[in-house]
């Protein structure tokens, strides 16, 4: 008798599991579907009425994450690979918000952040998967609530992170400005319509801690470093006047703003002024009839000038500041694969070229891509992908 009931308790069990799993997947598709019917109507909205579109902070989303916060003790933040201004400062700020209310937290990074990061409060309290792999997979299992935040896939954590935060049941909360999130989660707060996760990390933060203003300095300087580094300084993706209303209210909690920017830019290795100026100099191509320029660098010059990571961050965007160029290209050479990074002017749309070409994705002006191959072979993909584009990328059009 008795393991005939175990077998139909089993049974049970694993129905309910996979109805879980189908109302999960069910509720996914309805949120694409919405997003997508969201981004419809955004098409016929004209600039005036921009009021008109939906806040993705409504209060019903926030109220499901009271409640949920309400049930959990220990919190977890997890960002991407390569985690850069944009992935330290919202796991940061998360961080310091949930550490000030009293939970148990850990912000767990694949692999380690750039130095010039490591004046960031609290900094040293992250969780490096890739120097402390147990301690970080350890950690992530024993979440009750998971923020995911500046990726919008399981993948884009690392193989040592990625399955954990696939299989985990914790709760899930999304924050994320990539295009087409695809993670099952209970709250997704995403839009690629803002500067940077940390900016919709402000906006979270505000709305749920509501008329007690919880954003303390320093989780207000977290926020200003993805900002600014996910924006060259606040030089594209930024045309939001909502950006400069939360910058105010950041500078309102005594930032010092200029101290950051030094912290961050001023604040280089020697080994990458070596690698730049070997770039520019010589390591650069010009398409000029396709207003296109790539660069790239490969293992040995990575040696050869003590390469460290974060070193090549940005550099990409030079190739884009030539005059008449309006679409650029990076690749750094790793041991396994090809690192591309791509950067473009205006209209046309990198994002789609990084999914189309090389399996990438990312922002309409800037996105990137691993290429799984030698970096001569890239490169010629490269510039035989981009004459397809010979019409849209003529220099006619830009005079
Ligand atoms: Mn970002």
């Keep these: 008798m008795r393991p005939r009931l175990l077998h139909t308790l089993k049974k049970a069990a694993k129905v309910q599991i996979l109805f879980g799993k189908f109302i999960g997947r069910a509720a ?3 949120l694409k579907f919405f997003n997508f019917q969201l981004s419809i109507f955004n098409l016929f909205v004209p600039l005036h009425l921009n009021f008109l579109k939906m806040s993705i902070f409504e209060k019903k989303k926030i109220q499901q994450v009271v409640d949920i916060l309400k049930d959990v003790r220990k919190i977890a933040i997890v960002s991407h690979f390569n985690p850069d201004g944009d992935a330290v400062g919202s796991s940061l700020a998360l961080y310091h918000y949930f550490k000030n209310a009293g939970y148990e937290v850990t912000s767990i990074l694949p692999n380690p952040f750039p130095g010039f990061l490591a004046w960031m409060p609290l900094s040293s309290e992250i969780i490096v998967a890739e120097k402390a792999k147990k301690k970080a997979r350890e950690a992530l299992k024993a979440a009750d609530l998971i923020f995911v935040v500046d990726m919008n896939a399981p993948h884009r ?3 040592i992170l990625e399955d954990v935060l ?6 899930k909360v999304l924050i994320d400005h990539h295009i087409m999130p695809d993670l099952e989660c209970d709250v997704m707060f995403s839009t690629p319509k803002t500067t940077s996760t940390c900016e919709l990390v402000y906006q979270f ?3 749920l801690s509501g008329k007690e203003d919880k954003i303390t300095h320093e989780i207000a300087s977290c926020i200003y470093v993805g900002m ?10 930024c045309n939001y006047s909502l950006t400069y209303n939360i910058i105010s209210k950041l500078m309102k909690k005594g930032i010092d703003g200029e101290q950051i920017h030094r912290n ?3 604040n280089y290795e020697e080994s990458r002024f070596k690698l730049l100026g070997l770039c520019l100099n010589q390591r650069l191509t010009l398409m000029r009839n396709l207003s296109t320029s790539y660069m790239y660098l490969d293992l040995k010059d990575l040696k050869n000038n003590d390469y460290k990571a974060g070193d ?8 884009l500041s ?3 160029i309006q679409f650029t290209a990076f690749f750094v050479e790793r041991e396994d694969r090809i690192r591309v990074s791509f950067r473009s002017k205006g209209n046309f749309d990198v994002s789609h070229f990084a999914r189309t070409h090389f399996n990438g994705g990312g922002h309409k002006n800037a996105s990137a891509a691993f290429f799984y191959g030698t970096l001569e072979e890239a490169i010629e993909h490269f510039e035989k992908v981009v004459k397809q584009y010979a019409d849209v990328l003529n220099p006619e059009n830009f005079k």
């Excluded at 696939?166 to 709760?171: D, E, N, P």
């Excluded at 600014?228 to 993706?237: H, K, N, Q």
């Excluded at 090549?312 to 190739?319: A, C, D, H």
Aim: charged share 15%; hydrophobic share 30%.
């Design 28 to 30: 996914l598709v309805n």
């Design 157 to 159: 954590c690392g193989n």
């Design 166 to 171: 696939a299989k985990s049941s914790a709760h």
């Design 205 to 207: 933060l505000d709305k």
């Design 228 to 237: 600014i580094t996910d924006t060259g300084s606040l030089s594209y993706a």
């Design 264 to 266: 961050v830019y001023d």
């Design 312 to 319: 090549t961050e940005g550099f990409v965007n030079y190739g």
């Design 322 to 324: 030539l005059h008449g």
